[in-house]
């Protein structure tokens, strides 16, 4: 079966552009998280998503990402004007619960991630 | 705030030897603790997850874990390391967000392992 997906891979960007990262979770699943992994760091919280509706937008770093899931499966993360402290990977990932009380416990499944390189 | 830490920024093991990675948190209510496994260019792996019962788990890949509510702790441990294992492992704990019933994940830094010959 078909894991999470993410295009592209590796993405590099001039300062000041606009780029747009794309995954597709697990087919049927309800949340879909994003989370950004700074080099050498741990991954850290951007969005969560349950089917199309963005519940926590608390980690998104600031006003120059935007992320949608308008279809309640593919989701695309857009960060416009691109800074050089944006460079890092994108990972995305994907349960199929809504995490509600013994949800918390369910399993994430994570995408292979998109470098993005800011230069 | 729910924190993880991860003290060991790098570990060197020689293949066959016994590995254990360190890993505390900080949370108020009962947590859920997960290890990831993240090989180059990969994205991150379940190895195995606790959130209630035996506090021994038990994982894939021949890991085991054992959380210790006393310490905050939940240390992960393999008894004989192969060159495959050689990876970044996450720590991470479940942190309960306030508007939704999500289950957005807090990592900790990582631990890098290397395997010698």
């Known amino acids: 079966g078909a894991g999470v997906s993410q295009s592209p891979r590796y993405k590099v960007a001039k300062r000041g552009q606009d780029v747009a990262l794309r995954c597709d979770p697990i087919s049927g699943h309800v949340s879909l998280f994003w989370y950004q992994q700074a080099l050498g760091q741990g991954p850290e919280f951007l969005t969560y998503?349950?089917?199309?509706?963005?519940?926590?937008k608390s980690g998104l770093p600031s006003d120059r990402f935007f992320a949608e899931r308008p279809e309640g499966s593919v989701s695309t993360l857009k960060i416009q004007r691109t800074q050089q402290e944006d460079s890092a990977v994108y990972l995305c990932?994907?349960?199929?619960?809504?995490?509600?009380?013994?949800?918390?416990?369910?399993?994430?499944?994570f995408g292979p991630g998109t470098r993005l390189t800011v230069l | 705030a729910q924190s993880v830490t991860q003290p060991d920024i790098h570990i060197t093991v020689s293949e066959g030897a016994s590995l254990e990675l360190r890993c505390n948190y900080s949370?108020?209510?009962?947590?859920?603790l997960f290890w990831y496994v993240q090989s180059p260019g990969q994205g991150l792996q379940l190895l195995l997850k606790y959130f209630s019962g035996d506090t021994l788990v038990q994982g894939i890949k021949g890991f085991e874990a054992e959380f210790k509510r006393s310490q905050s702790s939940f240390n992960l441990r393999k008894p004989s390391v192969h060159w495959s294992d050689a990876a970044e492992y996450f720590c991470?704990?479940?942190?309960?967000?306030?508007?939704?019933?999500?289950?957005?994940?807090?990592f900790g830094g990582g631990t890098r392992v290397l395997v010698k010959p």
């Open positions: 949370y108020g209510a009962t947590p859920y």
């Open positions: 998503f349950q089917n199309e509706a963005q519940l926590d």
């Open positions: 990932a994907s349960s199929l619960a809504s995490g509600a009380g013994s949800g918390r416990g369910d399993t994430q499944y």
């Open positions: 991470a704990v479940v942190t309960r967000m306030i508007k939704a019933a999500g289950n957005k994940l807090t």
